[in-house]
């Protein structure tokens, strides 16, 4: 099996198990629309919520896998599995020693984050009190998910990558749980729904050990701060803390500067990231997870070319599904948002404002998706000087966008910030890389987004004239209709954007062929 066909072999195994987690996500956030709307309980747990969360991406999933997994791929090809799982606890010790004092830290000077992250909510009063609170109780996730994401990067590296990718489920089955068993008989609901986080954490983590011993790899700690790879770890991770997850820190900037709107703006953003999440964590993420330790293991080797193809792949794949998944959320924004989440709490009005920035939102979403394809592709060369470099450009012109559009587009300027910081961002990636490697098969790529768009473009116009023509407008009818008239759109744009591509030569479709294929096998 070459490269491209494991990259898409894995990419279809972590996306399968991340599609049902993005699902069980999708009845999370329903239930949580539906207990606490978009009103001060649900801004204050989304806040608290996304401050171990913006660490996890930054120094867990972020930074550290990113780092770990060239450094751990490098001694299996030219060492020894022996002095891989040897690093693997020295790495294990040092990181249990760091998160350890991280949390320590983050429970004690919760206050003076939560006025940092959220200076809307002032100093005192109820609403600060309540996200100090659970900001608190949520932050040891951050040691969990530390964890998690060593172990993660070992299982990946083994080329395993079933187990990792289902942990996240755990996560929501934990927290709908306390939704439906816990919540309703609370004094203080959301305080529940932050023990069902940690809950949730623990059993990430344990999942993992199991398989890890099924490989050889001892827990007992192992300490040696002078081993070379640890400095060599370190030394790529510092940058990356900044670089790798300049889409969380900037989804911070939007969430800072949204608590200064007015209320229910926090929550607005919430519900659209989430909906954005989902085809980026169930296409992107999973093609991105899946490439990096073979564009390791290619680097490691110093077969440029085999990588050049890799990464080629690997991007026209990602943008295959992203574009018409973009081109859908756009579409069908509304109808999708009435249909998951107004009840209860959620009003049609609160529909109207998530809409718009979803919107916004979706406009980046195959820029969102191409970042992690790219950021993969230097981290696999460990380089993370670039990344960093770029991101700090990102970043500035993220702040100096939000500054510009949250005036006259409120939360949706935000959102629209967001997607052309990342636009830009992208654009540099590539542009380093191209010059770096001396060509990435960009006529390739272009021939095969050009064709992805066109297929879109027809694959949007039918599911517009079906959903607000041949339904009478689709957001009008019953959640019953509604829900079968979501899927009857759907379904008859996949088939659309499928017939498009075809006539229009996509290649691509074979490597959804293959896909299906490992869907089929794991049934």
Same mark, same amino acid.
């Given at each position: 099996?070459?490269?491209?066909?494991?990259?898409?072999?894995?990419?279809g195994?972590?996306?399968?198990?991340?599609?049902?987690?993005?699902?069980?996500?999708?009845?999370?956030?329903? *239930?949580? @629309?539906? &207990?606490f /709307?978009?009103?001060? +309980?649900?801004?204050? #747990?989304? $806040?608290?919520f996304?401050? %171990?969360?913006?660490?996890?991406?930054?120094?867990?999933?972020?930074?550290?896998?990113?780092?770990?997994?060239?450094?751990?791929?490098?001694y299996?090809?030219?060492?020894?599995?022996?002095?891989?799982?040897?690093?693997?606890?020295?790495v294990?010790?040092?990181?249990?020693?760091?998160?350890?004092?991280?949390?320590?830290?983050?429970?004690?000077?919760?206050?003076?984050?939560?006025?940092?992250?959220?200076?809307?909510?002032?100093?005192?009063?109820?609403?600060?009190?309540?996200?100090?609170?659970?900001?608190?109780?949520?932050?040891?996730?951050?040691?969990?998910?530390? *964890?998690? @994401?060593? &172990?993660? /990067?070992?299982?990946? +590296?083994?080329k395993? #990558?079933? $187990?990792p990718?289902?942990? %996240?489920?755990?996560?929501?089955?934990?927290?709908?749980?306390?939704?439906?068993?816990?919540?309703?008989?609370?004094?203080?609901?959301?305080?529940?729904l932050?023990?069902?986080?940690i809950?949730?954490?623990?059993?990430?983590?344990?999942?993992?050990?199991?398989?890890?011993?099924?490989?050889?790899?001892?827990?007992?700690?192992?300490?040696?701060?002078?081993?070379?790879?640890l400095?060599?770890?370190?030394?790529l991770?510092?940058?990356?803390?900044?670089?790798?997850?300049?889409?969380?820190?900037?989804?911070?900037?939007?969430t800072l500067?949204?608590?200064l709107?007015?209320?229910?703006?926090?929550?607005?953003?919430?519900?659209?990231?989430?909906?954005?999440?989902?085809?980026?964590?169930v296409?992107?993420?999973?093609?991105?997870?899946?490439?990096?330790?073979s564009?390791?293991?290619?680097?490691?080797e110093?077969?440029?070319?085999?990588?050049?193809?890799?990464?080629?792949?690997?991007?026209?794949?990602?943008?295959?599904?992203?574009?018409?998944?973009?081109?859908?959320?756009?579409?069908?924004?509304?109808?999708?948002?009435?249909?998951?989440?107004?009840?209860?709490?959620?009003?049609?009005?609160t529909?109207?404002?998530?809409?718009?920035?979803?919107?916004?939102?979706?406009?980046?979403?195959?820029?969102?998706?191409?970042?992690?394809?790219?950021?993969?592709?230097?981290?696999?060369?460990?380089?993370?000087?670039?990344p960093?470099?770029?991101?700090?450009?990102?970043?500035?012109?993220?702040?100096?966008?939000?500054?510009?559009?949250?005036?006259?587009?409120?939360?949706?300027?935000?959102?629209?910030?967001?997607?052309?910081?990342?636009?830009?961002?992208?654009?540099?990636?590539?542009?380093?890389?191209?010059?770096?490697?001396?060509?990435?098969?960009?006529?390739?790529?272009?021939?095969?987004?050009?064709?992805?768009?066109?297929s879109?473009?027809?694959?949007?116009?039918?599911?517009?004239?079906?959903?607000?023509?041949?339904?009478?407008s689709?957001?009008?009818?019953?959640?019953?209709?509604?829900?079968?008239?979501?899927?009857?759109?759907?379904?008859?744009?996949?088939?659309?954007?499928?017939?498009?591509?075809?006539?229009?030569?996509?290649?691509?479709?074979?490597?959804?062929?293959?896909?299906?294929?490992?869907?089929?096998?794991?049934?």
């Open positions: 099996m070459n490269e491209n066909d494991l990259v898409t072999r894995a990419a195994v972590v996306g399968i198990f991340t599609f049902l987690s993005r699902i069980l996500g999708l009845i999370r956030d329903i *239930l949580i @629309a539906n &207990f /709307g978009s009103g001060m +309980s649900a801004d204050a #747990f989304f $806040v608290a996304r401050i %171990p969360n913006l660490l996890r991406r930054l120094f867990a999933e972020g930074s550290f896998s990113v780092s770990f997994i060239p450094v751990f791929t490098e299996l090809q030219n060492k020894s599995k022996e002095e891989a799982f040897l690093l693997a606890r020295v294990l010790t040092f990181l249990v020693c760091i998160v350890t004092v991280i949390t320590i830290l983050g429970i004690i000077l919760s206050p003076v984050i939560v006025r940092v992250i959220a200076p809307g909510f002032g100093g005192m009063g109820e609403k600060y009190a309540l996200t100090v609170l659970l900001t608190r109780i949520m932050f040891p996730y951050i040691f969990l998910v530390s *964890l998690l @994401a060593l &172990f993660m /990067g070992i299982l990946n +590296s083994l395993h #990558f079933a $187990v990718a289902i942990a %996240p489920i755990f996560l929501n089955l934990s927290m709908i749980t306390v939704l439906l068993f816990m919540i309703p008989y609370m004094r203080t609901p959301t305080v529940g932050a023990i069902g986080v809950v949730g954490g623990v059993i990430q983590m344990a999942l993992q050990i199991p398989f890890l011993m099924s490989k050889g790899l001892s827990f007992a700690p192992k300490w040696n701060l002078r081993h070379p790879a400095k060599k770890i370190g030394m991770m510092l940058p990356t803390i900044f670089g790798s997850a300049i889409y969380q820190i900037n989804q911070l900037i939007g500067l949204a608590s709107l007015r209320e229910g703006s926090v929550s607005y953003l919430y519900y659209a990231d989430r909906l954005v999440q989902f085809p980026l964590g296409f992107a993420i999973a093609i991105s997870t899946a490439v990096l330790p564009l390791s293991r290619e680097a490691a110093g077969d440029i070319y085999r990588l050049k193809q890799t990464l080629s792949h690997a991007l026209r794949l990602t943008m295959f599904i992203t574009i018409p998944a973009m081109v859908g959320l756009i579409v069908l924004r509304q109808p999708i948002i009435t249909l998951l989440f107004q009840r209860g709490a959620f009003t049609s009005f529909t109207i404002m998530t809409a718009q920035a979803l919107l916004y939102y979706s406009v980046g979403l195959w820029a969102f998706a191409g970042l992690r394809v790219f950021v993969s592709a230097f981290y696999s060369l460990q380089d993370t000087k670039t960093v470099k770029v991101a700090v450009v990102a970043m500035i012109a993220n702040i100096a966008f939000s500054l510009a559009l949250m005036g006259p587009l409120k939360h949706g300027g935000l959102a629209l910030a967001l997607s052309l910081a990342s636009t830009l961002q992208l654009f540099m990636l590539i542009f380093l890389l191209q010059k770096r490697l001396g060509g990435i098969e960009g006529r390739v790529v272009i021939s095969s987004m050009v064709r992805s768009f066109i879109s473009l027809i694959m949007g116009i039918c599911i517009y004239f079906l959903a607000f023509k041949v339904f009478s689709i957001v009008a009818q019953k959640t019953f209709h509604l829900a079968l008239g979501v899927l009857i759109i759907v379904c008859a744009g996949l088939v659309i954007y499928g017939i498009s591509a075809h006539v229009l030569g996509s290649k691509e479709l074979s490597s959804i062929t293959e896909l299906l294929k490992v869907a089929k096998k794991k049934k």
